[in-house]
C-alpha cells in the first residue's frame, strides 16, 4: 500500500517530547469497571484472592530476593525468562509485587498476539493485565502511562522448550524489548525465576498435532493432553524462587537517540540476557530440592 | 478565517447539521451545499444545488461561488446502507470527482477538509491496542467497504501532497453514536440484547454525534492540516458498553464461521455490515490526543455517550411521532428566500432577533 505523504505530516508533530501530554490521556472514570486496556480490577482481585494467591502461598511457596530492585514509579520494563506450557510464572511474578513490594503496582503482562483469535482466552487474558506484544503498545504503557511492563524476550520459543534444555535461555528475540525501553527512557529490571520448568515440564511437542488441533502448540507434560484442556494447568507443586535484580536506567544509556543504535540495542539485550543466565545457573546450583527449595 | 463554505453530502446527516451548525457564524459569508438528493431539514441561508458528482458541474461552482472551504462529508461508511457499488461510486469515483474540482491552478478553494472513518485502520489480531495516526493498518483490507476508504483517502492525501496551497484536514471519525445518526452500531444497540461473538469482549472506542460535527466545525475556524483521529476518550469493552446501556448481552455469533451465520441473522432483521464483523472480534482503540493537542475538546467521553443513546433508547417509544418532521418543499424554500413580497430581516437586524420577538401577552 503506498505510504499516505500525510503520515509524514502526522508523525512531524510528535506529540512525545517534553511535557508527556498527560492532560490529553484520557481521565479516569471511576464509575467504569474497566481500563481503556480493558483490565478489570474486580476480576484481576478475584483471581488474585483465589487461584493465584493458593498457588503463589501453598502450592509454589514462592521466594522473593531484591524486590527493592522494582521501582516504585516511573515506567519499568520487567525482563523474565519463561518456560512451561502455559506458564504461571507471569502470575506469580505479578503476585510477588503485589504481595512484597512496599508500594505494589499494577503490573502489565505482554502476551503474543495470537491470544486474541482464541475464543475464550481473548475475553480473559486482556481483564487480568494482559497487553498484546505490539511495540506501541508497551511504549505507551512504559512512556504515557509510567506503568509496569513484564516481557518474555524468549517468547514462543521459551514456551516450547522442552525439560531437557530447561534454564538455558532462548535468543532474546531481536533486542525489541530494549529499543522500547530506550525509547521511553524508561528502566529495565532483569528477573530470573526458577520452578516454573520442573512446574509443567514438556517432554516432547508433536507437531502434527498442533497443526491438527490449530494450538500454537502442542506440548506432551506429565498431564496434557490426557486430562484434556484442564491438563494444562495441571502443575506440579515445585519450589519457585523469583529474584529481581538490579534495573538498567534506559535514560542514562542515552535514552530515544540510543534507540536508533543497532550496536547499543544488541549489546543490552546481550547483557540483560547474559544477567539473568548467570543468576540462573547460580539459583538452580544452590536449590538442593526441585520440591523444597 | 474562512468565509465560502461548500459542503457536500448536504442532504446527509452530517452535511445538514454542519450547514445548519455553520449558519450561525456571521464570519461564514456563504454556504453552499450540494448532494444529489433534496435536503430533508430546514436551512435558513444554506443555498442548495442539486448536482451528482460531476466535476465539471462541481467545478463550475466552486469558482463561481469563490470557494474556499470545501468540507466533504460524504463518505459511507456502513456497507448496509449502500450497495457496495453506489459505495464505491460514492466513496472512491466521488471523491475524486470533488478533488478534481478543486484543482487546477484559477481554483479558489484554501481549505479541504474531508471526514474520514477509523475503518481505515480496520481491526485485526495484531493491531496495536491505540491506532495513531501515523500506524498504518498492518494487513490490507478485506471488505470492500474499507478498501473503498483506504483508496479514498489515499487520493486525499495525493491532493494534499500536489495542492501544497491547500490546508488538508483528513478526520478519522470513531463508531459514532447518538439520538440521530443511524449507524450499524446504533442500531445494534437498540435491539433487545446486545449480540456478540462467542468468546470474545472487543474493546470498541466510540465518538458522540455532536463531538463529529463540532470537529468539522472547529477544523473550519482553526489552522489543522494533516490526519485526525476523533474519538471520545474512553475505550470500553462490548459487555461494558452494554452494562453501561443497561441491556444484556447475547452470544449468538460463532467464533468460527460467523460470516455465514451472518447472512441469515441480516435477514432476521440484524443487519450487520461485513466490516463490522471483524470489530466485534478484535474490537478497536485510537489514541485521540493529537486532536486535542490541536485544541479540540470533546463534549462526551465514551462512557458517557453510550448513556445518552441508553436515555434516547428508553425514551424513544414514548416521544416517537409527537415531533412533526420537516419536509424540504424547494418551492416554498424559494419562495420563502427570493420572493420581494415576503419582509425580510436585513443583515443588521439578523442578530437582533431577541428585541424582534413579541413581548409575552400580560
Known amino acids: 500500500m503506498a505510504r499516505s505523504p500525510l503520515v509524514d505530516l502526522a508523525d512531524s508533530k ?21 481500563n481503556d486496556w480493558g483490565r478489570s480490577e474486580r476480576i484481576e482481585g478475584f483471581m488474585d484472592r483465589t487461584l493465584f494467591e493458593f498457588l503463589y502461598r501453598y502450592w509454589f511457596r514462592a521466594e522473593v530476593e531484591g524486590i527493592e530492585n522494582v521501582p516504585s514509579e516511573g515506567g519499568a520494563l520487567l525482563v523474565s525468562n519463561h518456560a512451561g506450557a502455559l506458564p504461571p510464572d507471569a ?19 505482554t502476551v503474543e498476539h495470537f491470544f486474541k483469535g482464541y475464543p475464550g482466552f481473548s475475553m480473559l487474558v486482556p481483564k487480568i493485565g494482559g497487553v498484546a506484544a505490539h511495540p506501541a503498545n508497551v511504549h505507551r504503557l512504559l512512556y504515557d502511562e509510567e506503568q509496569l511492563v513484564l516481557v518474555f524476550p524468549e517468547g514462543r520459543k521459551g ?14 528475540g531481536r533486542g525489541g524489548f530494549v529499543e522500547a525501553a530506550m525509547r521511553a527512557e524508561a528502566k529495565i529490571v532483569p528477573l530470573c525465576v526458577i520452578g516454573a520448568e520442573e512446574a509443567m515440564p514438556a517432554f516432547a511437542q508433536i507437531s502434527a498435532l498442533q497443526k491438527l488441533t490449530g494450538l500454537i502448540y502442542f506440548p506432551i507434560t506429565p498431564t496434557f493432553p490426557w486430562l484434556g484442556p484442564l491438563g494444562m494447568m495441571g502443575y506440579l507443586p515445585a519450589k519457585f524462587k523469583i529474584r529481581f535484580l538490579e534495573p538498567i536506567d534506559m535514560a542514562e544509556l542515552g535514552g530515544r537517540e540510543a534507540a536508533q543504535d543497532k550496536a547499543l540495542v544488541q549489546t543490552v539485550a546481550q547483557e540483560v540476557r547474559a544477567r539473568i543466565q548467570e543468576n540462573l545457573h547460580d539459583m538452580v546450583g544452590k536449590r538442593k530440592s526441585v520440591w523444597f527449595g | 478565517m474562512s468565509s465560502r463554505v461548500l459542503i457536500t453530502g448536504l442532504s446527509s446527516y452530517w452535511g445538514g447539521r454542519l450547514a445548519q451548525a455553520l449558519e450561525a457564524f456571521e464570519e461564514v459569508e456563504a454556504i453552499i451545499g450540494v448532494d444529489s438528493v433534496e435536503p430533508r431539514i430546514e436551512l435558513e441561508r444554506t443555498e442548495f444545488v442539486k448536482v451528482s458528482n460531476q466535476h465539471g458541474l462541481l467545478s463550475r461552482i466552486v469558482r463561481a461561488a469563490k470557494i474556499d472551504t470545501v468540507i466533504d462529508t460524504r463518505l459511507t461508511v456502513n456497507s448496509v446502507s449502500a450497495s457496495p457499488r453506489e459505495a464505491h461510486e460514492n466513496n472512491v469515483i466521488g471523491t475524486m470527482n470533488i478533488l478534481t474540482a478543486c484543482s487546477g491552478d484559477d481554483s479558489p478553494v484554501r481549505q479541504f477538509i474531508f471526514k474520514s472513518s477509523a475503518y481505515y485502520y480496520g481491526s485485526e489480531q495484531d493491531d496495536p491496542a491505540f491506532f495513531r495516526e501515523s500506524m498504518l493498518r498492518p494487513h490490507p483490507p478485506r471488505t470492500p467497504l474499507e478498501r473503498d476508504i483506504v483508496e479514498a483517502e489515499t487520493a486525499v492525501a495525493e491532493f494534499a501532497e500536489k495542492r501544497s496551497d491547500v490546508e488538508v484536514t483528513i478526520l478519522r471519525c470513531a463508531n459514532v453514536l447518538g439520538p440521530d445518526v443511524d449507524t450499524a452500531f446504533t442500531r445494534m444497540f437498540a435491539l433487545p440484547a446486545i449480540p456478540m461473538v462467542l468468546g470474545f469482549d472487543p474493546r470498541i472506542q466510540f465518538v458522540h454525534e455532536d463531538d463529529v460535527f463540532h470537529a ?9 492540516p494533516g490526519v485526525f483521529n476523533v474519538a471520545a476518550d474512553g ?38 455490515p461485513s466490516e463490522m464483523l471483524n470489530l466485534l472480534r478484535f474490537g478497536r482503540g485510537v489514541d485521540n490526543r493529537r486532536f486535542k493537542a490541536a485544541g479540540f475538546e470533546y463534549g462526551h467521553t465514551s462512557r458517557e455517550t453510550l448513556l445518552k443513546l441508553g436515555e434516547h433508547l428508553r425514551l424513544d417509544p414514548v416521544m416517537r411521532g409527537i415531533e412533526g418532521s420537516y419536509t424540504y418543499e424547494r418551492e416554498v424554500e424559494d419562495f420563502l428566500r427570493w420572493s420581494p413580497h415576503v419582509k425580510r430581516k436585513g443583515p443588521s437586524e439578523a442578530s437582533g432577533v431577541e428585541a424582534d420577538r413579541e413581548p409575552l401577552g400580560f
Request: with cysteine; glycine share 6%.
Open chain 1, 14 to 34: 510528535e506529540l512525545v517530547p517534553a511535557e508527556r501530554n498527560a492532560e490529553l490521556m484520557s481521565p479516569i472514570e471511576p464509575e467504569r469497571t474497566l
Open chain 1, 91 to 109: 502470575g506469580m511474578i505479578a503476585k510477588a509485587i503485589k504481595e512484597e513490594h512496599p508500594r505494589p503496582r499494577p503490573l502489565y503482562l
Open chain 1, 159 to 172: 514456551t516450547e522448550k522442552l525439560y531437557k534444555d530447561r534454564y538455558r535461555l532462548r535468543r532474546f
Open chain 2, 216 to 224: 468539522m466545525e472547529h477544523c473550519v475556524f482553526h489552522d489543522t
Open chain 2, 235 to 272: 475505550v470500553l469493552a462490548l459487555s461494558e458498553a452494554a452494562s453501561v446501556l443497561g441491556k444484556r448481552t447475547a452470544p449468538i455469533l460463532p467464533p468460527w464461521g460467523t460470516g455465514l451465520v451472518a447472512g441469515p441473522l441480516r435477514s432476521l432483521g440484524f443487519k450487520v
